[in-house]
T-cell receptor, first 113, second 113 residues
């Protein structure tokens, strides 16, 4: 069965610092990968997605992610975080022929001044 | 219109009540989803509709009854719920089944008393 691992439950970074959130998936087929962000009490907003092609994907709000098949990873990065980036971040995966989107357990991002 | 609209935003109901959650989208998406999210947990898939037909039921108890009256509207009828059903209920839509990425609504915060 497909699964997603986000090894970091909580990350704290200083405003202006760079950010990397980790995501690993498991399954044999080619994955379709997503990063979502959720502010408290809100729905999920799609930051970016990878289906095929260029393994470096640009998203909204200055985020990017890189698909590395050899490491089964899809890490999210931002060169300089803003206080408004504080939220919960979810990595998700699905596969061709499988409609089900499986979410990781999430990483809570805290920004300090 | 690029939104998924969910109503109500908050709902408090007793265990003997009958209530409904509503989800609407006007993006022409033909797949719609219900997710349940407990606090500090990732969303969990409940139901998937494709072209107004139920495609996936993730073994959800019968006290939750989905309905898709047309391609723009998705309802979730609630009856005889338990306090442990209190959660954020998220609706999402996508162009079709497959891997197009979901658009989520902001959710209905349900409290069962």
């Amino acid at each position: 069965a497909q699964s997603v691992t986000q090894p970091d439950i909580h990350i704290t970074v200083s405003e202006g610092a760079s950010l990397e959130l980790r995501c690993n998936y498991s399954y044999g087929a080619t994955p379709y990968l997503f990063w979502y962000v959720q502010s408290p009490g809100q729905g999920l907003q799609l930051l970016l997605k990878y289906f095929s092609g260029d393994t470096l994907v640009q998203g909204i709000k200055g985020f990017e992610a890189e698909f590395k098949r050899s490491q089964s990873s899809f890490n999210l990065r931002k060169p300089s975080v803003h206080w408004s980036d504080a939220a919960e971040y979810f990595c998700a995966v699905s596969f061709f022929g499988n409609e089900k989107l499986t979410f990781g357990t999430g990483t809570r991002l805290t920004i300090i001044p | 219109d690029t939104e998924v609209t969910q109503t109500p935003k908050h709902l408090v109901m007793g265990m003997t009540n009958k209530k409904s959650l509503k989800c609407e989208q006007h993006m022409g998406h033909r797949a719609m989803y219900w997710y349940k999210q407990k606090a500090k947990k990732p969303p969990e898939l409940m139901f998937v509709y494709s072209y107004e037909k139920l495609s996936i039921n993730e073994s959800v108890p019968s006290r939750f009854s989905p309905e898709c009256p047309n391609s723009s509207l998705l309802n979730l009828h609630l009856h005889a719920l338990q306090p442990e059903d209190s959660a954020l209920y998220l609706c999402a839509s996508s162009q079709a089944l497959g891997n197009y990425g979901y658009t989520f609504g902001s959710g209905t915060r349900l409290t069962v008393v």
